[in-house]
């Protein structure tokens, strides 16, 4: 039989820098191990996975732990892509929060004509009414960035003017003579 001293020494403190543990050269301790006899040979791990209900051929086995490192390699790979995922959809239901937060500050906020004559709109963003910078009382021409005066009558009256003016937009009433 063969015999085999074990020497336990005390390791050396190790810094936060080290890049490898010190030896010590102060023994604490020592243990004598004899090797014995060699045993009877146990399951293997084929036989332990049918013991446990794998009912695969002995092949099959050995292919499947062949595939072992691909397989953990896919699983750590979605488990990626899942925390990725996990991350975006958090962010995108704080977005769509707080849009629906923005969104329900401005239920019931109807735009109105103030005090100067121009549209005032409710913006969500500032929690308040804001200017628009249009008229309530004028049309404005997209093209000119003029001011456009409106008129509202019938056939009958529009027919009538002695004059047609260039800067008057003209609202015939439907169905009215």
Do not use: C, H
Not at 7 to 17: M, T
Not at 68 to 85: G, N
Not at 141 to 150: A, K, W
Not at 153 to 169: F, K, P, R, W
């Amino acid at each position: 039989m063969d015999k085999i001293t074990l020497n336990i020494r005390s390791p050396a403190p190790v810094s936060a820098e080290a890049k490898s543990i010190p030896k010590s050269n102060a023994d604490i301790g020592s243990a004598v191990l004899i090797q014995g006899p060699k045993g009877d040979p146990g399951e293997s791990a084929y036989d332990l996975a049918v013991l446990g209900g794998y009912t695969g051929t002995q092949e099959q086995y050995e292919a499947l732990l062949a595939q072992l490192p691909d397989m953990a390699s896919q699983a750590a790979e979605s488990a990626e892509a899942a925390a990725a995922s996990e991350s975006a959809a958090a962010e995108s239901a704080d977005a769509a929060a707080e849009s629906a937060e923005l969104a329900q500050s401005a239920v019931g906020k109807t735009s109105y004509i103030g005090e100067n004559g121009n549209w005032f709109e409710w913006d969500a963003n500032l929690g308040m009414f804001v200017d628009t910078g249009y008229s309530s009382t004028a049309l404005r021409d997209l093209n000119s960035g003029n001011y456009v005066r409106m008129w509202f009558g019938t056939v009958a009256e529009y027919n009538a003017l002695s004059e047609i003016e260039s800067d008057v937009y003209y609202n015939i009433l439907e169905g009215a003579v």
